[in-house]
């Protein structure tokens, strides 16, 4: 290498001073030993090529500091340069020169001697200086890192021709390398200039290596911008083809311009002025649609999904129209009676009105059916200027149906609130719970856990419903609840209600809602006037009488709307001009009658009592029978009884064998007889604590032969010794009693107070006489007296004693 090297290195000339014309280089710096190609148009610069081409061709090259300097001055130059021979000289287009020059060797400009009409200078040779350091180890590294440096420099910076790198690589000269790199590659005149300008080759190396370094670097950065750039436009460009595709597949499909679909969504989701979170979350769905296909099923699973958020009436209220004065009337004018209901919902009215932002309590209706709890709501809703939806709770079991399902599932909805909403078309609808009290529960999760986050005024502000994900505000919503009963009723729901109690309607309550209410709404409905058709008042005592029996007036109404259906069709097929409907022909219309009057015995019977039990809906007379037979101390109950009401008959049974003596029956008829007690309607279950009086009549009744009064019914638990504790539901069952023409009823001492509830008619035509022992159910009940002595008189004895009337017929006693 050394040896190449000192063969290498130029016989430097005499180290003296030449005076020669210069020529100024902008924006490149000539190596020694390197060939320049060069447009020259500056006249200083031809003038002086013109002066050495007709002498020696020497020229000394020298660049300047400035690259935008159009005529510099000497000291604009700098002072190391190369003295180079001019090959060539060719004149191009537009007044400029071609050059082509071979540098000689490396000069420093002393002097500058004239600036016109040429440059001319006092040059002297500059030569490098001859390092030992040439031939050490620092020097062959600094060259193999040239050497990758230039590679690496090479393969990222294209159409670099191969020969360049081949020659360098194989190049063994440190001061060939460095100026041959140097000339070659792209870099900043300063740069090069300070390469020729440092004498010591391995500075120059060095120097060299520090350009390549951070020139690499940058260009690597450069190849790596280039390389995302070119990356997403071919991303671009491939969406903007694929896309255009599949416009050209939809045209062809007939289906519509999925494009234009996604900005309608857009601007809709826009249009509705959503919270930042809802809309961010639509956009999303609506972005995520654009990229399937646009018949997918997923597709058309989010189309659904935004069909239906969308269609929600976000922001959309109607505004509380509230004047108690009109509200009166229109509940007034639309219900009969119903005081307490009216009452507080005007008192909700008027809370509303003072303070509309406070979320008052939800109010439940509870009632039998048929009693306007429905229909009470909807006039609320008219009166308050909302919009009225109903929702029926009965049978909801799954969490799901309250809170919907997850959009993931195929054919997946909201559940039924938000549903509830979206019919109504308001965020402030007046929303009926109907039926409460069935709601049920089982593995799919509690539908009254979802029930209670949505009538909770701390969370239904934004309520989430599983399918629509985002949360929906129901603050707004004027909740009311129905219910038959608040038994079933979960009780973290019923602490968040406010009971309202609806009671079943007296005879002559039904009679006047049916008449003055329900028959003139039927009649619109129907299209009759008066003129055409007139129902009589004892036609409509009849319908009560003989086809209705329920607590309301739903079936009333819809017998009405039966019986008038029949005459509009008598009148409309020519048969008469008007129809009058009495209980004498009532039975054309409606077919025989299908409810005869509960009545009461002809006669006192042994072992039979008329109880009195409370349904769902009303009031109802049961009788329940004690039959006595020989055995063996057999139990048997029978009419569906439910578990309290035989417990309620051995509770019995055990009182009366514990005073076997005090009613004269055998102190071992519990061995040697067989009790059967049967509640008729054998079909119908029954079950409640409140038969214990009754069947511990009917039973001492049977068992002692003395016959009941059969205008007498009672109600009331009985405890083993004997107390009567209080029941429920009174006043239905005085109904029932009334209905039945009972003439006295017993009920436990300590339901007195229940007495002022009692409808006035009832209580004018029955005597309510109170008990807190069985004993005086029994003194009351039994139409005889009972034997005190004990032992000698046999059941027949005491049947034959008591009423007459009580062996005529006896289903209790063994003949
Ligand atoms: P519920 O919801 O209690 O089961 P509805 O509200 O459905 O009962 O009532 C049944 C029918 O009886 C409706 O047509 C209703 O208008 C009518 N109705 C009930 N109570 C009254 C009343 N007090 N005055 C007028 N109509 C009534």
Known sequence: ??????????????????????????????????????????????????????????????????????????????????????????????????????????????????????????????????????????CDALMRTIKDLFEEYCYL???????????????????????????????????????????????????????????????????????????????????????????AISGELGEDDPQEENQDYSEKIKKLKLEEETAQKLLKEVDKLSRLPSNSNEAGVIRGYLDTVLDLPWNKKTVDKIDLKKAKALLDKEHYGMVKVKERMLELLAVRKLAPEIKGQIICLVGPPGVGKTSIARSIAKSLG?????????????????????KTYIGSMPGRIINAVKLSGSSNPLMLLDEVDKLGSDYRGDPSAALLEVLDSEQNHAFRDHFIEVPFDLSDVLFIATANTLDTIPAPLLDRMEIIHLSSYTREEKFQ???????????????????????????????????????????????????????????????????????????????????KPEQIQSYDEVGLVNGLAWTTVG?????????????????????????????????????????????????????????????????????????????????????????????????????????????????????????????????PAENEPDLAEIDPVVREHIDFITADKIDSVLNIALAGKLRQSVGQLTLDDIAVESSEKATQTNTSIPQ
């Open 1 to 138: 290498m050394s040896e190449f090297q000192d063969k290498k290195i130029p016989e430097l000339p005499e180290p003296q001073q030449d005076k020669m014309p210069m020529l100024v280089l902008r924006g490149l710096v000539l190596f020694p030993q390197m060939v320049l190609h060069f447009d020259v148009g500056r006249d200083k610069s031809i003038l002086a090529l013109n002066q050495v081409m007709s002498g020696d061709r020497k020229i000394f090259l020298v660049a300047q500091k400035n690259i935008r300097d159009d005529d510099p001055r000497a000291d604009a130059l700098y002072k190391v340069g190369v003295v180079a021979q001019v090959k060539q000289i060719v004149k191009s287009q537009g007044g400029t020169w071609r050059v082509l020059v071979e540098g000689m060797y490396r000069a420093k400009l002393l002097e500058v001697v004239g600036e016109t009409p040429y440059f001319e200078g006092v040059v002297v040779p500059f030569p490098l200086k001859n390092s030992r350091n040439l031939k050490s180890a620092m």
């Open 157 to 247: 910076t294209p159409r670099m021709p191969r020969e360049l790198v081949v020659n360098a690589l194989v190049s063994e000269d440190p001061i060939h390398l460095a100026e041959y790199i140097a000339g070659n590659m792209q870099m900043e005149v300063e740069d090069k200039q300070a390469i020729l300008s440092q004498s010591d080759p391995l500075k120059r190396l060095e120097l060299l290596a520090n350009v390549l370094e951070s020139e690499n670097e940058i260009l690597s950065l450069e190849a790596d911008i280039q390389e995302k750039v070119k990356g997403q436009i071919d991303k671009n460009q491939r969406e903007y083809y694929l896309r255009e595709q599949l416009k």
């Open 386 to 406: 909302r919009k009225y939806v109903r929702l029926s709770l009965g049978g909801v079991r799954d969490e799901s149906d309250i809170r919907g399902h997850r």
């Open 513 to 595: 809602i049916g008449r003055t209410y329900l028959l003139p709404k039927q009649m619109k409905r129907h299209g009759l006037t008066a003129a055409k058709v007139k129902v009589s008042d004892d036609a409509i005592y009849a319908l009560l009488d003989n086809y209705t029996r329920e607590a309301g007036v739903r079936n009333l109404e819809r017998e009405l709307a039966s019986l008038l259906r029949k005459a509009a069709k008598r009148i409309v097929a020519g048969e008469t001009k008007k129809v009058v409907i009495t209980n004498d022909n009532i039975v054309e219309f409606l077919g025989p009658r299908k409810f």
């Open 619 to 747: 009031g109802e007379m049961l009788q329940v029978e004690a039959a006595v037979l020989d055995g063996n101390g057999k139990i048997e109950l029978t009419g569906s009884l439910g578990d309290v009401m035989k417990e309620s008959a051995h509770a019995a049974i055990s009182y009366i064998r514990a005073h076997w003596d005090k009613y004269g029956l055998e102190h071992d008829f519990y061995k040697t007889r067989d009790v059967h007690i049967h509640v008729p309607e054998g079909a119908v279950p029954k079950d409640g604590p409140s038969a214990g009086v009754t069947i511990c009549t009917a039973l001492v009744s049977a068992l002692s032969g003395v016959p009941v009064h059969r205008d007498v019914a009672m109600t009331g638990e009985i405890t083993l010794r004997g107390r009567v504790l209080p029941i429920g539901g009174l006043k239905e069952k005085s109904m029932a009693a009334y209905r039945a023409g009972i003439k006295t009823v017993v009920i």
